[in-house]
């Protein structure tokens, strides 16, 4: 598996984490996501932007703590 594959699925195990975490309705009781970024409500994407930013940060830290 290469570099870029192994940082993908990081990022996207992380990224669904910390989207679940912030997420303010239980995933049992969620309507189905849009595909379509712009049919998102904008606290949505607020919140899937937040969680791209926090797994982001994850992995920076743990790459300096690791590296």
């Known amino acids: 598996m290469s ?17 679940q975490a912030l997420d303010p309705i239980s995933q ?14 904008a606290d ?6 937040a969680a791209a930013r926090l797994a982001i940060l994850e992995m920076e830290t743990n790459s300096r703590l690791h590296g």
């Not at 570099?3 to 989207?19: C, G, I, S």
């Not at 949505?44 to 932007?49: E, G, I, K, L, S």
């Open 3 to 19: 570099t870029q594959e192994v940082f993908v699925q990081q990022f996207a195990r992380l990224f669904q984490h910390y989207q």
């Open 44 to 49: 949505d994407r607020n919140r899937m932007m």
């Open 28 to 41: 049992e009781n969620a309507d189905p996501e849009p595909r379509n970024w712009n049919a998102l409500a």
